[in-house]
């Protein structure tokens, strides 16, 4: 299965940036990687995803190390809002059996006021 | 508003009572696929559907059923429920199974099975 490593728990202020790690050393060439969130009684919530390249969208930047075994979510101001449960995961044709998301344990991101 | 969507959200049934739990998208999605969620075991795939008429096993299948026979439903079937089945359940689509395509989640349903 494909395996990545993050934080169990980060703290963040209101307002300020927040940079969520993820390793995963197992990547391979042809594998995206996709950030999910997950809010409290809800479900998971699509973030951001990328190959190779940054990329920014409306919720989030996504920030792609060079040898691709480690990205980093940006949150570029946390609102309270924010304060969830954050999965990192990469998927590709060999780990990608069934279309399936493989969840690890996460991040638990707390928003202080 | 584009969505996908669960019922019923909360259920409490008893061992062996078959149930239905009914999951709906409005996006044209080819893929759509069903996870339970266990506290400690996080997010696990039951089943699959490629497309119409097109399902498959995830990691947990044992004591569900599934059918697509129309783009849009992708019911979970628990012909004989048992207290191990009590999780919360979350139904996902997207437009095709790839890599690279987001899944968009239903708000989940709570199931207790007594």
């Known amino acids: 299965d494909a395996k990545t490593t993050q934080p169990n728990s980060m703290e963040s202020n209101e307002e300020e940036p927040v940079h969520l790690p993820c390793n995963h050393s197992t990547i391979s060439g042809t594998d995206y990687i996709h950030w999910y969130r997950q809010l409290p009684s809800q479900g998971p919530e699509y973030v951001i995803h990328g190959l190779t390249s940054n990329v920014n969208n409306r919720m989030a930047s996504l920030a792609i190390a060079e040898d691709r075994k480690s990205s980093t979510l940006i949150l570029h101001r946390a609102t309270l809002r924010d304060a969830a449960v954050y999965y990192c995961i990469h998927r590709g044709v060999v780990s990608n059996q069934g279309g399936k998301l493989i969840f690890g344990q996460g991040t638990e991101l707390s928003v202080k006021p | 508003e584009a969505q996908v969507t669960q019922n019923p959200r909360y259920l409490i049934t008893v061992t062996g009572k078959k149930l239905t739990v009914t999951c709906s998208q409005n996006m044209n999605h080819e893929y759509m696929s069903w996870y339970r969620q266990d506290p400690g075991l996080g997010l696990r795939q039951i089943y699959y559907s490629m497309n119409v008429e097109v399902t498959d096993k995830g990691d947990v299948p044992e004591g569900y059923k599934v059918s697509r026979k129309e783009k849009r439903n992708f019911p979970l079937i628990l012909e004989s429920p048992s207290p191990n089945q009590t999780s919360l359940y979350f139904c996902?689509?997207?437009?095709?199974?790839?890599?690279?395509?987001?899944?968009?989640f239903g708000p989940g349903t709570r199931l207790t099975v007594l």
């Open positions: 996902a689509s997207s437009l095709y199974g790839s890599s690279y395509n987001e899944q968009f």
